[in-house]
């Protein structure tokens, strides 16, 4: 029994589509992007209706069944149900893809923006580079001193911050589950054991309206605390998020 030319290319179409999605999907472990399957299958679809209409007796033998079915009498019954079912089908499939989503639409963000070189902040121009806290130097030279500037960052903390970045620090405040995004977990090992001094101080003092310009639009819910906060309330908080996470901030010395 011969296959007519255009089942036979829609097989040829619908095995090259479910070979994409069988290699990739359960070989691989990998899915396909839609946009890179629909690049795939338009050159497929294009490749095989060249090879069927190559010549003008595949041409014709491709589009027979289609002439036959709009032409002969006899399938006017069959007819009727292809001219009502492929409408439904495209309009269903079209409904599916157009329809509106109610889920959160997704936004990339990185964590950390790449910092300016200089920042202005409390009507100075700081270098970011060279920038250090003033209080670190005490950790080694004045321990007592030290864990009393800490405690005194804890309670600014407290008082400013946890009510976003959570009384663990864990980004998980009371405040936080109406923040898009979400505030930073300090406590996860990629947030500020990551950074200098220098980047948290330009991230707190200049907040969300501070974020550089470079690959916008950036979103932060971080107010402007220099506004609020002075420069050296900033350096105690930044003590006390290292030494509650037990983190150690990342210098150009260790680099």
Not at 55 to 60: K, L
Not at 123 to 137: C, E, H
């Amino acid at each position: 029994m011969k296959i007519p030319r255009l089942l036979q290319a829609v097989g040829v179409i619908v095995g090259i589509y479910a070979g994409f999605v069988l290699v990739f999907d359960y070989l691989l472990g990998q899915v396909i992007p839609s946009s890179l399957l629909s690049m795939y299958m338009f050159f497929v679809i294009a490749g095989v209706f060249m090879v069927y209409t190559f010549t003008e007796e595949s041409a014709r033998e491709l589009v027979a069944p289609i002439k036959a079915l709009v032409e002969d009498p006899s399938k006017k019954r069959i007819r009727n149900v292809v001219f009502i079912l492929i409408p439904l089908l495209v309009a269903g499939f079209t409904y599916q893809r157009m329809s509106p989503s109610f889920e959160a639409p997704v936004e990339l963000r990185s964590i950390h923006p790449a910092p300016p070189a200089t920042v202005k902040a409390y009507g100075k121009r700081y270098d970011l580079a060279t920038l250090k806290n003033p209080f670190r130097k005490y950790e080694k030279a004045k321990p007592e001193k030290f864990r009393e500037l800490v405690r005194e960052g804890g309670d600014i903390y407290i008082q400013n911050c946890q009510y976003c970045h959570g009384d663990k620090l864990d980004g998980r405040g009371p405040y936080a589950a109406g923040l898009n995004p979400t505030p930073l977990n300090f406590q996860d090992v990629g947030t500020i054991a990551q950074l200098q001094e220098s980047f948290l101080f330009w991230r707190i003092a200049t907040g969300g309206p501070g974020l550089p310009k470079e690959a916008a639009p950036w979103i932060s819910s971080m107010p402007v605390w220099q506004d609020f906060l002075t420069e050296e309330e900033i350096w105690k908080v930044i003590l006390f998020l290292y030494d509650y996470t037990g983190r150690r901030p990342r210098s150009w010395e260790h680099e």
